[in-house]
């Protein structure tokens, strides 16, 4: 079934949230990190929002651990994992050139293990997921990146990973749909799942622009391909359209939603020009998909360019809370165990 031991899937206290986070996500290496677009410390930004209206504490949200090379080697080859380990290799995927001139041992610390607790992160949401109905890690959605290549700042391929997890360890999880609706093709998993029939891929993204890798687009089977500067009307019909879509068409066991914030308006890579409400708005009609259909969610928060990307995606969080579509109480039961509590009631007092 599974070859190695993992900490990965550890029991976490009924009082925790199944909202992951850990501090080390946010990456600062002497500035370096604002040569590239990416807002490198938006993920302890959110949590500064949430624990400000008071949705979470440092001692209900559940701390990430980063994936040991172990964990990584359940999808990435050896010959992949062994290449981060030249500085040239990470420069070029992270896309922030003066990488290529540090020791790699630094850039291992500073670049790639927030990357690789990220990718823990959404490793253990996924079981969280399963076990509680709904999870959000506030990082990863790293979804440039397959078994053997990275790139677009996409070092780890942590949603083929939570997918592979939950397959190989956790009983009763054998279909997948992936709905992606970052603003970039999602080339990594899509060259992962390419001839896996057990996952289903919807992918909305911006026809123009990176990476538009015409081989990986064959797993895609609902694409939505946007032209430049899509707005709120249009975008917001065509993400209830296609998820409901996808949802009836195939049944899944799971989904991972990727919530890329690379939609909004301004964004200097994702060339849509969705605003603050459209995005707040997407989430909800996702997530109300998934509930209306007891199916668990995953949420990851993949790219977003701007400042602001991290308020908006605090917001969203917060409007799933205060549509009931997230939270402690929150939890599906399946028919079986349904038809036992109504025979046998006292079975939750035991719980």
């Known amino acids: 079934m599974f070859s190695h031991r993992t900490d990965l899937y550890a029991s976490?206290?009924?009082?925790?949230?199944?909202?992951?986070?850990?501090?080390?996500?946010?990456?600062?290496?002497?500035?370096?990190?604002?040569?590239?677009?990416?807002?490198?410390?938006?993920?302890?930004?959110?949590?500064?929002?949430?624990?400000?209206?008071?949705?979470?504490?440092?001692?209900?949200?559940?701390?990430?651990?980063?994936?040991?090379?172990?964990?990584?080697?359940?999808?990435?080859?050896?010959?992949?994992?062994?290449?981060?380990?030249?500085?040239?290799?990470?420069?070029?995927?992270?896309?922030?050139?003066?990488?290529?001139?540090?020791?790699?041992?630094?850039?291992?610390?500073?670049?790639?293990?927030?990357?690789?607790?990220?990718?823990?992160?959404?490793?253990?949401?996924?079981?969280?997921?399963?076990?509680?109905?709904?999870?959000?890690?506030?990082?990863?959605?790293?979804?440039?990146c397959s078994s053997d290549r990275g790139g677009g700042f996409c070092a780890y391929a942590d949603i083929t990973l939570a997918i592979k997890f939950l397959f190989e360890r956790v009983e009763g999880i054998s279909r997948a749909t992936i709905i992606d609706l970052d603003a970039h093709q999602g080339n990594g998993h899509e060259r992962d799942f390419l001839d896996d029939r057990r996952v289903f891929i919807m992918d909305m993204y911006n026809r123009h622009i990176y990476p538009r890798d015409g081989y990986a687009k064959r797993a895609i089977k609902r694409k939505v391909e946007l032209d430049w500067g899509t707005e709120d009307s249009e975008y917001l019909q065509k993400v209830e359209l296609h998820s409901e879509g996808a949802l009836n068409e195939i049944r899944p066991d799971i989904i991972i939603y990727n919530a890329g914030t690379d939609i909004l308006d301004g964004d200097p890579l994702g060339g849509l020009s969705i605003s603050p409400h459209g995005i707040v708005k997407r989430d909800e009609i996702v997530f109300r998909a998934a509930k209306r259909r007891g199916i668990p969610i995953l949420m990851v928060t993949s790219g977003g360019y701007q400042k602001k990307t991290a308020r908006i995606i605090a917001d969203s969080i917060l409007n799933l809370h205060r549509q009931g579509l997230i939270g402690p109480e929150y939890m599906i039961l399946d028919e079986p165990l349904i038809s036992y509590y109504f025979l046998n009631p006292e079975f939750f007092l035991l719980i």
């Open 12 to 144: 976490i206290p009924r009082t925790c949230l199944p909202i992951v986070y850990h501090s080390d996500y946010n990456i600062t290496f002497m500035g370096l990190e604002k040569l590239h677009p990416f807002d490198a410390g938006k993920w302890g930004k959110v949590i500064h929002f949430l624990k400000e209206e008071q949705l979470i504490t440092d001692g209900n949200i559940v701390e990430a651990c980063e994936a040991t090379e172990e964990d990584l080697l359940v999808v990435h080859t050896k010959r992949y994992l062994n290449r981060l380990k030249w500085s040239l290799v990470v420069a070029t995927i992270t896309e922030i050139p003066p990488v290529m001139f540090l020791p790699n041992f630094l850039v291992q610390r500073k670049v790639l293990r927030p990357l690789r607790t990220q990718t823990g992160g959404t490793i253990m949401a996924g079981k969280l997921a399963v076990d509680r109905g709904w999870a959000i890690n506030v990082g990863g959605g790293f979804h440039h």
